[in-house]
């Protein structure tokens, strides 16, 4: 979705990231032939372009087009909510999932980074949790919604059992949390999501978090999580667990992961 107000914090252009230098030569039918037929007419096929981003912070002013982003690229990919089929049709919408994607929009924390178009490309949001406010209490009993309900019951599950607040110096008092991360089909595999998340890093730093923790439902997340030298402090099967969702291999586990700062 189109970024409709200038809150750059980065502002810069992204020219050299990516490792293919024809990264859109797909665009083109006959794109795997078109090299050799240059070459027959003895000439050099031009560099293609390399698209650009800027990275960008979020704000409660941004929930519906964070919200759009998410239904088209995070809340059906993601193993746990296909398991369940969480959104039955095409045209449906778990509010329930919304609200808690958004919920944290308002920490001011959550970075995306959009195209030269002024797309969204890729989004992490984020939140600020602090030793003072922790509460284990199960939220999942307060959600009208049965099937996402089963999936609050497993993040609470995770929190109550990780107490990440045992695990981190006494002098941690604020954690930063990667809540959801998502990246645009079209982009994935190009390195973008870890600049998003160096980029929270950098932003926990600035406001003073000690630490970052990032809850993992699949083995990519949890991939992800190792990758950027996170350490994994607690993991449960999905079987262990009878009322979790228990979605297909390679996906047989949830994991929280901290990373201190």
């Known amino acids: 979705m189109a970024v409709t107000s200038a809150r750059s914090i980065v502002n810069i252009k992204e020219k050299g990231h990516f490792e293919h230098d024809n990264a859109r030569i797909n665009k083109y039918t006959l794109a795997d032939e078109l090299p050799a037929k240059l070459s027959e007419l003895e000439l050099r096929p031009r560099a293609m372009a390399k698209p650009g981003y800027t990275l960008c912070a979020l704000s409660a002013d941004d929930k519906d087009a964070v ?14 909510n296909q398991t369940i089929n969480l959104l039955e049709t095409p045209e449906s919408r778990c509010l329930e999932l919304e609200d808690y994607a958004a919920s944290t929009l308002h920490d001011g924390v959550s970075v995306a980074a959009i195209d030269d178009n002024g797309d969204f490309v890729g989004v992490v949001i984020n939140g600020i949790v602090k030793r003072e406010d922790v509460d284990y209490t ?3 009993e307060e959600c009208p919604h049965p099937k996402f309900k089963r999936i609050l019951k497993l993040l609470g599950h995770l ?6 607040w045992d695990k981190l110096p006494k002098e941690c008092h604020t954690v930063m949390e990667v809540r959801i991360a998502s990246t645009h089909s079209g982009w994935r595999g190009r390195g ?3 600049i998003l998340c160096e980029e929270s890093e950098r932003i926990a730093r600035e406001v003073g978090a000690g630490a970052m923790r990032m809850d993992t439902t699949s083995a990519f997340s949890a991939a992800a ?16 667990l009878s009322y979790a969702p228990h979605p297909p291999p390679p996906h047989l586990e949830a994991r929280v992961y901290i990373k201190e700062l």
């Open 138 to 140: 199960d939220k999942s």
């Open 67 to 80: 919200i759009d982003f998410l239904r088209r690229f995070f809340f059906r990919d993601e193993p746990l």
């Open 225 to 240: 999580a190792e990758r950027l030298s996170y350490r994994s402090v607690y993991g449960i099967l999905y079987k262990e």
């Open 159 to 164: 929190d109550r059992e990780a107490r990440i």
């Open 192 to 194: 973008l999501m870890r």
